[in-house]
């Protein structure tokens, strides 16, 4: 799948009043795209990465999702695989070029946001080489900006390599010798039994972290049990909050790398890290085993730093009701995770919170 390279090389200079400015251009900014479309508003969507999907091209090249093509797509264009296929990153990366391409979104791609701020009865964005005033904002960045280390990772031994997952990419990234993933959700699940693989086992791979489950891929694929867990609404008010708390803080339940896969493959099953003793990491059973790299899959944290300070919480994130900003007027949000149902931060489970935004957002037609 390609998209049409005219749609993601916009060059031309953006009008500064417009009614929608729509903040990232990964799948949630796509899907709030097409419905800002569907009503004919004015409106742009700045990303400031150099094309559409490089937020998937640049990840680990064995990421595959566990979730059914059939279930990724956004509104209006199925992913173009077998229903039941699983794409890789690049197929997702592909998939919305051509969505961007098909709906003819207009794009503004190497465009940062740097600033943002509510003021007389408009918004200001103040982005890479344009200011813009718009009546109404909405977020789609992602929740997960920049990578979460522990605070003791800085102790580490300057000779040992350490990388995080979102900087990982394949095994040749790494020094020779023995490798410590630490976190055992799907992503440090997935790069251990990468890493493992490469060389048959001549490398030791050591997986820290508690189990997180698994889910199998048969149950996965049904679409009763899709519409069973993850439509589900997550609970309002501070059960809500509660829910979203404590999932954003264990890692996913693994779907392809069962634990019999993993041990089958050598990788070795260790307790969590719990500190640093003289350069190396030590895990809770007050071990510390000498390894040449660490791949840290903890994790991402949010970055809204550039966002109305009213907009964000003690805790770093919105202050929201349904992706509809509490604090600051015709200010929305689209891709939180568990921001309305437990799919929200899925490919799939993002065109419903992008309709019932945009569709809050909306007022009168401005005049062209």
Do not use: C
């Given at each position: 799948m390609s998209g049409r390279d005219d749609v993601e090389r916009v060059d031309t200079v953006v009008d500064t009043v417009v009614d929608t400015v729509v903040v990232?251009?990964?799948?949630?900014?796509?899907?709030?795209?097409?419905?800002?479309?569907?009503?004919?508003?004015?409106?742009?969507?700045?990303?400031?990465?150099a094309r559409t999907g490089d937020s998937w091209r640049h990840r680990y090249d064995c990421l595959r999702l566990f979730t059914p093509a059939r279930f990724c797509?956004?509104?209006?264009?199925?992913?173009?695989?077998?229903?039941?296929?699983?794409?890789?990153?690049?197929?997702?990366?592909?998939?919305?070029?051509?969505?961007?391409?098909?709906?003819?979104?207009?794009i503004r791609l190497?465009?940062?946001?740097?600033?943002?701020?509510?003021?007389?009865?408009?918004?200001?964005?103040?982005?890479?080489?344009?200011?813009?005033?718009?009546?109404?904002?909405?977020v789609a960045t992602g929740a997960w900006s920049h990578p979460a280390f522990p605070a003791f990772?800085?102790?580490?031994?300057?000779?040992?390599?350490?990388?995080?997952?979102?900087?990982?990419?394949?095994?040749?990234?790494?020094?020779?010798?023995?490798?410590?993933?630490?976190?055992?959700?799907?992503?440090?699940?997935?790069?251990?039994?990468?890493?493992?693989?490469?060389?048959?086992?001549?490398?030791?791979?050591?997986?820290?972290g508690p189990k997180t489950g698994r889910v199998p891929l048969w149950l996965v694929r049904n679409a009763a049990f899709r519409r069973l867990l993850y439509e589900r609404r997550v609970p309002p008010g501070r059960l809500g909050d509660v829910v979203r708390h404590r999932l954003s803080q264990r890692g996913s339940p693994l779907t392809w790398q069962s634990e019999s896969v993993l041990r089958d493959a050598g990788v070795l099953r260790v307790p969590r890290v719990t500190g640093v003793r003289h350069g190396r990491a030590v895990l809770a059973d007050g071990r510390a085993p000498e390894v040449s790299n660490i791949v840290w899959c903890t994790g991402f944290r949010p970055d809204y730093g550039w966002l109305d300070r009213r907009a964000v919480g003690p805790d770093g994130w919105p202050i929201h009701r349904r992706?509809?900003?509490?604090?600051?007027?015709?200010?929305?949000?689209?891709?939180?995770?568990?921001?309305?149902?437990?799919?929200?931060?899925?490919?799939?489970?993002?065109?419903?919170?992008?309709?019932?935004?945009?569709?809050?957002?909306?007022?009168?037609?401005p005049a062209a």
């Open positions: 990232g251009g990964g799948a949630a900014g796509l899907a709030v795209g097409w419905h800002l479309r569907r009503q004919g508003r004015r409106f742009v969507i700045l990303d400031a990465a797509a956004l509104p209006g264009l199925p992913v173009r695989l077998p229903p039941y296929a699983h794409p890789g990153k690049d197929e997702i990366a592909d998939y919305l070029a051509e969505y961007a391409a098909r709906f003819e979104l207009p190497g465009t940062a946001v740097h600033a943002h701020r509510h003021a007389g009865g408009r918004h200001h964005v103040d982005a890479t080489g344009v200011r813009i005033e718009a009546r109404h904002v909405v990772a800085g102790e580490v031994d300057p000779a040992v390599r350490q990388l995080h997952s979102s900087r990982y990419r394949r095994p040749a990234d790494l020094l020779p010798g023995p490798v410590l993933v630490v976190g055992a959700g799907t992503a440090g699940a997935d790069i251990a039994l990468d890493l493992a693989l490469d060389l048959a086992g001549e490398r030791e791979v050591r997986l820290s992706g509809l900003s509490r604090t600051v007027p015709d200010l929305g949000f689209v891709g939180l995770p568990f921001q309305y149902t437990f799919a929200s931060g899925f490919l799939g489970g993002m065109s419903g919170d992008a309709g019932h935004v945009v569709s809050r957002l909306a007022g009168p037609t």
